[in-house]
Nanobody, 115 residues
Framework: QVQLVESGGGLVQPGGSLGLSCAAS????????MGWYRQAPGKQRELVAR???????NYAGSVKGRFIISRDTTENTVYLQMNSLKPEDTAVYYC?????????WGQGTQVTVSS
């Protein structure tokens, strides 16, 4: 059993910043990838950013240069620093962890960008 506990999120004005974190615990095994996805109302869930075991990162084009993904391998925690937020970043953000045993999702945390 793997548990993912997300924190962060909330309401922020356009141009502001927010940070998300996701801690993985339980029978994790070896982590291959940690990442963040988001789903806005009426839209499909999409990849925001991910970091693989070797440290390489991928970002969605819409967030590149504004968001930064990082991790603490000793704590099995992944972070997402979101800067210069835009209203179109409003969505439920989900943590995703891929391990040798399977792929796991967090419960989701709401991010709302509005004035």
């Amino acid at each position: 059993q793997v548990q993912l506990v997300e924190s962060g999120g909330g309401l922020v004005q356009p141009g502001g910043s927010l940070g998300l974190s996701c801690a993985a615990s339980g029978s994790i095994g070896s982590i291959n990838v940690m990442g963040w996805y988001r789903q806005a109302p009426g839209k499909q869930r999409e990849l925001v950013a991910r970091i693989i075991s070797g440290g390489g990162t991928n970002y969605a084009g819409s967030v590149k240069g504004r968001f930064i993904i990082s991790r603490d391998t000793t704590e099995n925690t992944v972070y997402l620093q979101m800067n210069s937020l835009k209203p179109e970043d409003t969505a439920v953000y989900y943590c995703n962890v891929g391990t040798t045993w399977g792929t796991y999702w967090g419960q989701g945390t709401q991010v709302t960008v509005s004035s």
